[in-house]
Every structure is written in structure tokens, then in C-alpha cells.
């Protein structure tokens, strides 16, 4: 199969039978054997019934998940991942914001010239100037200089990927802004974007507010943290633990090694030699083990954290 088409979604039930036309009039066009995957992220409307009109329509290409309840769009991506069976898997957000017609050059730059992944890059958005055009730019900008890739819309929905690359990364919480990051961390290299084409929102509002950006921040610093330490707590923790304890042990020896000299000797102690100094310099040091300990904790933790996703399906057509 060529292309594997994963449309995460969270009640979008007007905007389905128009998303389905518009790509299976492209797919036509250019003769690709596709499947779509549509992942109902547990909706409340009645988008669940129209993908099953869609698939009574086109049996060999709708495929739906039903989620039980609302998961998020990462574990409804990492489901889709999971799935795929084209050689080619295009993300698209089902809002019709994104468009269709750019998955042949997507397409043709997975294929023919050889990128791993291919993140969209909405140049010319249409969504609220304040909400999201300024607090995307400065974020991107975040994102550009914590994880190295010079891309300008880390977290554009509508993203082509080599097969390969789906089955090696764990999309878990939140994580869906950073997917590029996420393939770089697996060890894919060549990662690229396209200038494609956004619409405004045809029907029903945004899923995600304002405090994306805050959750985006904090996600980027997990994700750059895990990275980098996630595999090895004890390489942080014991580090900074240790430094902690060594600069709490001699300020412990000083502060008292000063008190003592003046209490012997019945000269009068300078400040810093006041009882409070010295339990502060005693609380550092016992807070440099408690550090170290977390990081025995965090290489134990680190050692059984392979079920991160959990999502509960209700039913596959
Ligand atoms: N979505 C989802 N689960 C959620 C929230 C959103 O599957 O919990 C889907 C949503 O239906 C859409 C896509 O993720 O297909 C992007 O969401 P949205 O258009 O609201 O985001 P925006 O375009 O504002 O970034
Ligand atoms: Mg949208």
C-alpha cells in the first residue's frame, strides 16, 4: 500500500464527508493504493456515525477506531501509528484546515527524495493573530533552539512520514507537538518541512486553548530532559546530589569548625558561625542524599516505564 492516511479527530462531525471527498478525489487523481484511518478520540457528537457511513461507502479504504472515551490526540495519533500499513503515513487533522492536495508532494519527498519525515509548515495561517500566530512563533522559536531542528511549525497537523519512523516512536500524553523531535531522538536524520496551505476553520472551534502554550513549554522540557536523562536519572541526579552533599559537608566542617573554635576558646563568634548557618549548611548536605537517592529512584522508575500509552478501544471497522 502506498499511503496510510491517519486523521485523528474530536467532534468534527460536519467537516468528515467533506475531508473524505477531498482526499479521495486527490488519491484518485493520482492513482495511489491508500487507506484512511480515522480515530474517533472518543467525540460526544455524532462523528462516530458518519465514519461508519463512510465506511458502508468504501469499505476497502475507511478504517475506524473508536476510542472509549477522550484520550488526547497523541495516544489517537499513536493508535493510528500503530496501524499503518502504507509505505507512507500523512497525518491531517480533520478540521479541513489542512488540505489533501499536498500529500503527492509529500509524498514524492518521502519517496523519491528520501526524507524520513516531513513536517508541514502553515506559512500564511488562518487562525487568530493574538492566539495562536504570535504565541506559535515565539514557541517555535523555543523549540528551534532546544532540539536542534530548524523547523518552523514543529506542530502543524499535517506531517508525511517513512513507515519506518511510525513504528519506532511512542507518541505518549501530549507529546504530538514534538513528533519530529521525538523521530530525531529514535535516530532518524533526515527530517524537513513544506510550506503548505492552511484554511480557517470551516466548522466548530479549536480543541486546544490558550494554555497550550503553557503545557507546550513545560512538554518541551520533559521531552529535552528525557532525552537527555531519561535513560540515565542517576547521570543528573547523582551528579548535582553529590555536588550539593560536598558543598553542604564543608560548609558544615567550616561554619562548625568556626563555632567550636569560639566556644573553646571564649573568643566571640562572627556571624556566619550562628546556629541557623549551621543548620542550613546540615540541611544541604542531607538534601544532596535525598537528590542522589531520587536518582537511584528515577534509574529504578526508568526500568519499568515502557506503558506509558494506554488508550481502551471500544470498536475497529
Ligand atoms: N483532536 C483530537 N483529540 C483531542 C483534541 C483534538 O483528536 O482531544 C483532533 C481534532 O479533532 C483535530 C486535530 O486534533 O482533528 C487538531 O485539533 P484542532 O483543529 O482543534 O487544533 P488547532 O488546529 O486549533 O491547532
Ligand atoms: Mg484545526
Known sequence: MDISIIVPLYNEEESLPELFDWIAKVMTKHNYSYEIIFINDGSTDHSWKVIEQLQKKAPDVVKGIKFRRNYGKSPALFCGFDMAQGDVVITMDADLQDSPEEIPELYDMIVNQKYDLVSG???????????????????????????????????????????????????????HRYIPYLAKVAGFKKI??????????????????????VNGYLDL???????????????????????????????????????????????????????????????????GTQMFLAGFLGELVSRNSAERNNYNIEKTI
Open 192 to 213: 524537513g518541512e513544506k510550506v503548505v496551505s492552511h484554511q480557517a476553520r470551516k466548522f466548530g472551534t479549536s480543541k486546544f486553548g490558550l494554555n497550550r502554550f
Open 121 to 175: 509548515w502553515k506559512k500564511k495561517r488562518h487562525d487568530g493573530t493574538l492566539t495562536k500566530n504570535i504565541p506559535s512563533k515565539v514557541y517555535n522559536a523555543t523549540a528551534r533552539k532546544v532540539t536542534g531542528l530548524k523547523l518552523h511549525d514543529m506542530n502543524c497537523g499535517l506531517k508525511a512520514y517513512r513507515n519506518e519512523v511510525v513504528k519506532n516512536i511512542e507518541v505518549y500524553g501530549e507529546m
Open 221 to 287: 522540557f520533559s521531552l529535552w530532559f528525557l532525552a537527555k536523562f531519561g535513560k540515565r536519572p542517576m547521570h543528573f541526579f547523582g551528579f548535582w546530589g553529590s555536588v550539593m552533599f560536598l558543598l553542604g559537608f564543608i560548609a558544615v566542617l567550616v561554619v562548625g569548625g568556626m563555632k567550636w573554635y569560639a566556644l573553646s576558646t571564649g573568643t566571640r563568634s562572627p556571624l556566619v558561625t550562628s546556629t541557623p548557618y549551621f543548620y542550613l549548611a546540615l540541611t544541604t548536605m542531607i538534601l
